[in-house]
């Protein structure tokens, strides 16, 4: 069995507005590989539980949602597409939602987001 996925950042990926917010903006185009007949699982998970940090430390933390195709769950605690067979260079977008803070402290913002790929 081989089971692949690889994500393509978006240009938004580094120009969020936290100011006016931001709704369904794509930051990655995912791209799932797997020839298991029986499907697969993409898991994608938050490494600081759907928010957003700065390196000020004195700047709050910023929570976000984020949607990916047919997943189920959040990014806070974890986001789960099921595949029922193989595919081959499936795509879809994980989108961003991201709200409105007028009173955001400028800094960078960031956030890990890891992807897995498991057979069934």
Same mark, same amino acid.
């Given at each position: 069995m081989s089971c692949t996925v690889t994500i393509a950042a978006t240009a938004k990926t580094t120009s969020l507005d936290?100011?006016?917010?931001?709704?369904?903006?794509?930051?990655?185009?995912i791209t799932e590989t797997c020839n298991?007949?029986?499907?697969?699982?993409?898991?994608?998970?938050?490494?600081?539980?759907?928010?957003?940090? /700065?390196?000020?430390? /004195?700047?709050?933390?910023?929570?976000?949602?984020?949607?990916?195709?047919?997943?189920?769950?959040? %990014?806070?605690?974890?986001? /789960?597409? %099921?595949r029922n067979g193989a595919f081959f260079g499936r795509t879809g977008n994980l989108l961003i939602n991201i709200p409105a803070n007028a009173q955001a402290i400028a800094s960078n913002y /960031?956030?890990? %987001?890891s992807l897995v790929i498991a057979a069934k």
């Open positions: 936290l100011k006016a917010g931001e709704q369904n903006q794509s930051v990655g185009v298991s007949s029986s499907g697969y699982t993409v898991s994608i998970s938050s490494r600081n539980g759907g928010q957003l940090r /700065s390196g000020d430390a /004195s700047a709050p933390l910023t929570s976000y949602t984020a949607s990916y195709d047919d997943a189920t769950g959040s %990014i806070a605690s974890g986001l /789960s597409a %099921i /960031s956030d890990s %987001i």
